[in-house]
């Protein structure tokens, strides 16, 4: 199975960054997508997700960023609004599935760096 990610990259402050994540069909039916981060020296940690139809976002994301599915597709997408210099991170595409036959599968990761 692969996920590609795409998007993320260099932005100022305040600026804008899209991410997206493609699927083979292997995770068309995945019921947990998501988005995590790795920022410089510390641990992974989640971003946002969409856990079986509820959304979920991290406290510090809230109201900045948008978890978005197209499942025809097979993608995830993360809009990131009103970055600051402490969401750069290397960011992680997630596609899970609990229940029956259950697997995780994850991106190789986008850089994505905001200046002052």
């Known amino acids: 199975v692969q996920l590609v990610e795409s998007g993320g990259g260099l932005v100022q402050a305040g600026g804008s960054l899209r991410l997206s994540c493609a699927a083979s069909?292997?995770?068309?039916?995945?019921?947990?997508v998501g988005w995590y981060r790795q920022p410089p020296g510390k641990e992974r940690e989640r971003v946002a997700l969409i856990n079986r139809g509820t959304t979920e976002y991290a406290p510090s994301v809230q109201g900045r960023f948008t978890i978005s599915r197209d499942q025809y597709r097979n993608t995830v997408n993360l809009q990131m609004n009103s970055l600051k210099i402490e969401d750069t991170a290397v960011y992680y595409c997630r596609m899970s599935r609990v229940g029956i036959e259950p697997y995780t599968y994850w991106g190789r990761g986008r850089q994505v760096t905001v200046s002052s």
């Open positions: 069909s292997e995770a068309s039916n995945a019921n947990i």
